[in-house]
């Protein structure tokens, strides 16, 4: 096996059916542009009923329809924000945390020493969360998890890439479905990643279920000029 084999994120997500939540972040073959992506599936009424919006350079998670939400919490969240230089992207209310931290000078490793896995037995999923680098293109990724089936206590674990031209790492919260829904398991996986926008925007929202999948964003970043380029496909229009 090679371990520096990047492979198509279409074909991850085509075998692992149910990847829950997920974050992408990496560098474009040219080695231009940085690039996040995030995206959403759901299995219930209340999970399904989320759609994304931006609010200038946030992302934001509102109720498609607000009549129809039953439970805010765990759901309803910003996943991407900006803080200078950095671009946070996580899978619930710990990009405030980090956010809030970095903006003390304080780190990304520390803001998420203080949360854990989410509160919802017995799937206890993970929180997953990413931070890009927009100078460099460097990137961290990190995973809450629970140490047990019991979730009596949190693994956390934090990796930090060079920023690779063409390359990238994909971390989702599920390794397929189940009840209890199963747990990511081993590190960020390494995946290409093409100087378009649409072509990997077009390449996750066609291999995501389509009973399950609810949104995604994807954001390009020239790492010189700074220029911002956006993708958001929601299933509820």
Known sequence: ???????????????????????????TEDGRKAAIAYFLMGRSQNSRNRIFREEGEEVIINAFDPSKLEDPTLIIYSPIKRVGDKLIVTNGDQTDTVEEFLQRGESFEAALETREFEPDAPNLTPRISGLL???TGSYKMSILKSANAAGT???????????????????????????PLPTFAGEPKRVNIPDSPDELAQEIWNNLDAENKISLYVRYIDLTTGEIENRMLNKNN
Do not use: P
């Open 133 to 135: 680098d927009l100078k």
């Open 153 to 179: 206590a949190c693994d956390r674990y934090t990796y930090s890439y060079a920023s690779v031209a063409g390359s990238g790492h994909f971390l989702h919260t599920y390794q397929g479905d189940g009840n």
């Open 1 to 27: 096996m090679n371990v520096y084999e990047t492979r198509n994120i279409g074909d991850l997500l085509e075998n692992i059916g149910y990847a829950g939540r997920g974050i992408v972040i990496g560098r």
